[in-house]
């Protein structure tokens, strides 16, 4: 068994502030990476504190980030991407404020285009019902809503 140094308080903070740094993080995982550098509760807390000050860390730009980025290279839909941030304990007012930036037409029409994309890959089966139940299934998954995938489902039945 390896046993890990335990760094000093300074050594830990100077750590953190490289790591955040790096890319935008949340609260939860800077506080699990001061821990695994063999710091206490109360001197996590006020390492984060100390992070917080001086602007390294800050939820509401990470969660902002997150949910962009997510939506933009993923096509998460908004379910997920809130699903994802309550795991990282993220607050409800960042991830309400981080939701409110993804445009309502941009989501429209990355929903769309994820619907077509997944729509194509579908032509080898025969029953309308199939391919639409598993279409359902893949933008669900994605975190899309149901009632916007229900409407999606409509305008191909149109079409």
């Known amino acids: 068994m390896i046993s890990k140094k ?4 300074e ?5 953190a502030r490289h790591y955040c740094a790096y890319q935008e993080r949340c609260h939860y ?9 063999g710091l206490w509760k109360s001197e ?16 509401e730009r990470f969660a902002i980030q997150f ?13 997920k991407i809130r699903y994802e941030l ?11 404020k981080a939701l409110k930036e993804i445009g309502e037409q ?16 579908l032509k080898e089966l025969n029953k309308l019902f199939e391919k639409k139940r598993k279409l359902q299934d893949y933008l669900i998954q994605k975190g899309y809503e149901h009632g916007l ?11």
Request: aromatic share 10%; hydrophobic share 40%.
């Open 6 to 9: 335990k760094l000093s308080r």
């Open 11 to 15: 050594q830990a903070l100077q750590k």
């Open 29 to 37: 995982e800077v506080k699990q990476k001061l821990y695994s550098f």
């Open 44 to 59: 996590a807390e006020e390492a984060l504190s100390v992070l917080i000050e001086e602007n390294y860390l800050n939820e």
């Open 67 to 79: 949910a962009g980025g997510h939506f933009r290279m993923k096509q998460w839909g908004r379910i």
């Open 86 to 96: 309550k795991q990282k304990l993220v607050s409800e007012y960042c991830i309400t």
């Open 106 to 121: 941009e989501y429209l029409r990355s929903l769309e285009k994820l619907a077509v994309k997944k729509w194509e890959t």
């Open 149 to 159: 995938v229900a409407d999606i489902l409509r305008n191909i039945e149109e079409n």
